[in-house]
């Protein structure tokens, strides 16, 4: 059995496809969605550990996604992580119920430990 993987949601493919291949270098197993509605049904299909969410995605945003996720009872517990560039991240983090955020550009380093964070928050 391998572990559940952390699902990325972001529309820039090449932000997507860099932090797959980053993370996949550091032992996760990764997903990854362009959009909220991609995001559920990858979230449905593979139970990620963690989410990592954009805000600012074309068909579906990422509060719209949160929205959803929330009301699904089997996805509601995956932590979130938000990684955003918007103006007003910290605070849409804390209203989305986030487990943390972090603003475009952020390195490795903080992106790791924000993970870490996370998965240790819901087992706990």
């Given amino acids: 059995m391998h572990l559940p993987p952390v699902l990325i949601v972001e529309d820039d493919p090449d932000s997507r496809n860099m932090l797959a291949a980053l ?20 979230a449905r299909r593979e139970r990620p550990a963690v989410i990592l969410l954009d805000l600012m995605m074309p068909v579906m945003d990422g509060q719209t996604f949160r929205r959803e996720q929330l009301g699904d009872a089997t ?14 991240t910290a605070e849409l983090a804390r209203e989305l ?26 087992a706990s």
């Fill in 23 to 42: 993370l996949g270098l550091h032992g996760y197993r990764t997903v990854t969605a362009a959009n909220g509605l991609e995001a559920l049904e990858m």
């Fill in 75 to 88: 996805l509601a517990t995956i932590p979130i992580v938000v990684l955003s560039a918007h103006a007003r």
């Fill in 97 to 122: 119920g986030a487990s943390t955020h972090l603003m475009k550009p952020f390195d490795l380093d903080q992106l790791l430990r924000a993970i870490t964070a996370a998965q240790e928050a819901a």
